[in-house]
C-alpha cells in the first residue's frame, strides 16, 4: 500500500497537469489580478482607498489601476465585451466578473468573487487578452466556471414553505380525526 501511494504521488507531481484537468493559461496563472478603471470622481477616490486597504495583506492578489482618461479605448473595448451598458467608474473586473460603482454591496461582492478566484487553480485575466488583442473565448469559459451567484435561496425558500404548508395540512387532518 506503501508503494502505491508513493507512485500515485509521484504522478501527480511530475506528470503534466493538462492530463488532470488543469488548465494553465493566459497570463498570470499564480495571482489574481483586478482591473481598476478609475476617473477622479469621489466614488473612484474612495473604491482604491479601500481597495489599496483591503489588499494590503494579499500576497496573491494583484491590481491595476487604469484611468479612463488615458485608455478610453480599451475601457470602451472591455464594456462592449462583457456587455456593459453604463459608462459609470469606477469599473473593477476580476477575471470576467464586474463591478459598476462603489458602495457597500460592492466591497461584499468584490470580497467573494476574490475569494472565488483565490480558490481557483485556473484563470484568466481578460483585460490582458484583450489588451493584446488575443482571443477571449477561451477566458471567458474558464472564468465563467469560478464564480457563480447563489439564487438557490429562493428555491431553499421554498422548499421549506412547502414543507411547512404540508405540516400544517397534515396537523389540521389529525386534529379534526380526534375530534
Same mark, same amino acid.
Given at each position: ?56 495583506? /494579499? *500576497? ?5 489601476? $487604469?484611468?479612463? %482618461?488615458?485608455? &478610453? #479605448?480599451?475601457?470602451?473595448? +472591455? ?54 488583442? /488575443? *482571443? ?5 469559459? $474558464?472564468?465563467? %466556471?469560478?464564480? &457563480? #451567484?447563489?439564487?438557490?435561496? +429562493? ?25
Amino acid at each position: 500500500m506503501k508503494k502505491f501511494l508513493i507512485i500515485l504521488l509521484f504522478i501527480i507531481i511530475f506528470y503534466p497537469s493538462s492530463v488532470f484537468g488543469v488548465v494553465t493559461n493566459a497570463t498570470d496563472t499564480s495571482k489574481v489580478r483586478i482591473n481598476f478603471f478609475y476617473n477622479d470622481n469621489k466614488e473612484s477616490l474612495e473604491g482604491r482607498d479601500w481597495l489599496d486597504t483591503y489588499l494590503e495583506d /494579499k *500576497d496573491d492578489v494583484t491590481k491595476e489601476y $487604469i484611468s479612463i %482618461n488615458d485608455n &478610453k #479605448e480599451l475601457y470602451n473595448k +472591455v464594456k462592449e465585451i462583457l456587455n456593459i451598458k453604463k459608462d459609470n467608474v469606477p469599473l473593477i473586473v476580476i477575471g470576467s466578473n464586474y463591478f459598476i460603482g462603489f458602495n457597500e454591496k460592492t466591497k461584499d461582492k468584490v470580497k467573494s468573487v476574490l475569494k472565488s478566484y483565490q480558490d481557483s487553480d485556473k484563470q484568466c485575466n481578460l483585460i490582458s487578452k484583450i489588451r493584446n488583442n /488575443k *482571443d477571449i473565448k477561451e477566458c471567458l469559459e $474558464i472564468n465563467s %466556471n469560478i464564480y &457563480k #451567484e447563489d439564487n438557490h435561496i +429562493v428555491i431553499y425558500l421554498l422548499i421549506i414553505l412547502i414543507l411547512i404548508t404540508t405540516i400544517l395540512i397534515i396537523l389540521k387532518i389529525v386534529v379534526k380525526r380526534k375530534k
